[in-house]
């Protein structure tokens, strides 16, 4: 088996050291950023709604805030807004009229309630996202809550609606029908937690994939705070590379203590030997 000349390895023990470093600091300062976006949200949702009443009550105060909070800015150029940053969507009247930025508002201040929540993508029948709702936690149930139109599915009983219950026709024109105009392509014949069509990966036909290894992967694990909260994402994404540094770091020193017998600075060995040393008694000699 062929061997990395001294000089190779070393550049690259000290590129990964290097690399190792850097996604480090990036995991501290994103961890610090996701901290402060989720301050920020508990601050927000507290002064909305308080976390002690029913979950349907948080839902509806969520709502009529959203429907009726006056001091909201307007952005000249609503394109240039961050549209996965909580305190933007917040923040922008014209974030909370568009789906896609509307719920996400919605969920992160339902998260900061304690509500279990998350997000469902209404597709065309050639699986493009035509709409975009949120799936909140009723009595075991998840229910229909639609943040752009500020509405809660309900039949004409005042029960709350799942999307199956939705796929009857009556029971959504009883759920919408209260709404102006709301548009009726809006259907839950066909939906998704995750697009996979915007990855490129789609080719490899990975949601079938997926489907067979692991059926209802797209809803065990909350897939909209991954893709939708940008300091999550970058949480996520440095632990991860901290963690695969961690193990390069590993195989090259092991690789060059068993192949290539380069003398190196055993950090852990000094750091033990430095602490028994601090830590234990002084000889006092005679």
Known sequence: MPTLGHSTFRGIWWSSNL???VAFVSMLYSWHREYSVRWYLDGFSDAIVSNTVPPEQRVEAILSWMRSEPSRATAPNPDTLRKRD????????????????????????????DLRVRRLLLLTPDRQTKHVVAEVLIDDRWVIVDPTYRLIMKDARGHYLTRKDLQDPVLFSQATGAVQNYPHEYTYDQFAHVRLARLPLEGLHMRRVL?????????VVDWSLLLERESFFYVVLTVSATLFFLLLRALLAWYADSRLRIPRFQLRKHAVRAGAAFFSAPEIKQ
């Open 86 to 113: 909580p305190e933007t969507t917040l923040t922008y009247h014209q974030l909370l009229n568009v789906c896609g930025t509307a719920t996400n508002a919605f969920l992160n201040l339902a998260r900061s309630s």
């Open 19 to 21: 690399l190792l470093a």
């Open 211 to 219: 489907d067979w290894v692991y059926p209802g992967w797209d809803e």
